[in-house]
């Protein structure tokens, strides 16, 4: 992983090389798919359930229960074994993680009870987007001009109690680097309104790592990006996919040790990429 300005620059449109998908290899990804469907359903349904009962009543943690379970049920289909180093903090509300996949929701949502931040686009894919919109998911505009906006509506969940998470790179990438951070939400951090009694002055960066098992695999089997077709990164997944995720928990930042939200960005980019960087190294 490069160290120098040109990280941030790659070839985002490249065109992506699907590795041979024998038959065996075709079983698998149909027998997973035909669990995958009915298992989904079930807790899609179990799920709004327990929102429409527990929501009311302010209970949450039956809710996250199912999400949690679903998740990692579904992860362990995908032939991924979950890792988690380090601690989730106490006192952060606010969790900043690199982006690689759709994937990544199931990992977080697997140990978190978390509201993501996604991409309008999201919200228009099949199958996806209808999951990522009844776990409350947030969707914004790539405009900068909405941004304000966007902050005022996370603000208010953020003081209702829930934590959120963000990608900072904007887009998922190939796992094989961190891209450039905009700081535009770490703004949050800084708000004298919001941080009152201190609920949000912490941020609590996140890393994510994929590693594939089958050596005849690249290293950037995971990845999801660019042009790359949603349906044909599923298939992929659900044939061939087997391997490990790494979920770690860094260290929260206070943004009162910061002058401002380009210097904390900075500093939570500065660790995600580092550690990247040492897993690609190490694995």
């Known amino acids: 992983m490069k160290?120098?300005?040109?990280?941030?620059?790659?070839?985002?449109?490249?065109?992506e090389c699907y590795p041979t998908i024998s038959f065996s290899k075709f079983v698998v990804g149909f027998f997973r798919l035909?669990?995958?469907?009915?298992?989904?359903?079930?807790?899609?349904?179990?799920?709004?359930?327990?929102?429409?009962?527990?929501?009311p009543l302010k209970l949450y943690s039956p809710i996250f229960f199912i999400r949690k379970l679903w998740s990692l049920l579904i992860l362990g289909l995908f032939g991924l074994k979950l890792k988690?180093?380090?601690?989730?903090?106490?006192n952060s509300k606010i969790f900043v993680c690199n982006h690689i996949s759709w994937t990544d929701i199931l990992v977080i949502q697997s140990v978190i009870d978390i509201i993501f931040i996604?991409?309008?686009?999201v919200k228009k894919m099949p199958g996806l987007g209808f999951l990522a919109s009844i776990a409350n998911t947030i969707f914004i505009d790539r405009n900068p001009q909405k941004i304000s906006e966007d902050s005022h509506l996370i603000k208010k969940i953020i003081k209702k109690g829930a934590s959120i998470c963000f990608f900072p790179e904007g887009t998922s990438t190939d796992g094989l680097r961190v891209l450039k951070?905009?700081?535009?939400?770490?703004?949050?951090?800084?708000?004298?309104?919001?941080?009152i009694k201190n609920e949000c002055s912490t941020v609590q960066p996140l890393s994510?790592?994929?590693?594939?098992?089958n050596k005849k695999?690249?290293?950037?089997?995971?990845?999801?990006w660019g042009s790359?077709?949603?349906?044909?990164?599923?298939?992929?997944?659900?044939?061939?996919?087997?391997?490990?995720?790494?979920?770690?928990?860094?260290k929260p930042l206070d943004s009162k040790d910061f002058n401002n939200r380009k210097e904390l960005t900075i500093a939570v980019e500065s660790i995600i990429s580092e550690d990247i960087s040492n897993q690609i190294l190490n694995n």
Request: one cysteine or more; glycine letters at 4%.
């Open 34 to 55: 035909i669990v995958f469907l009915p298992v989904t359903f079930f807790f899609v349904f179990i799920y709004l359930f327990f929102k429409a009962f527990f929501k």
């Open 208 to 213: 994510i790592y994929y590693k594939v098992n």
């Open 228 to 250: 790359m077709s949603i349906i044909s990164h599923i298939i992929k997944i659900l044939c061939l996919s087997s391997g490990s995720v790494i979920l770690k928990f860094h």
């Open 181 to 195: 951070f905009k700081s535009g939400f770490f703004q949050l951090l800084f708000d004298k309104n919001l941080n």
């Open 84 to 90: 988690v180093v380090g601690k989730q903090s106490n």
């Open 3 to 15: 160290k120098n300005d040109e990280k941030y620059t790659w070839d985002k449109d490249k065109i």
């Open 118 to 121: 996604a991409k309008s686009e």
């Open 217 to 224: 695999l690249s290293k950037d089997f995971y990845g999801w």
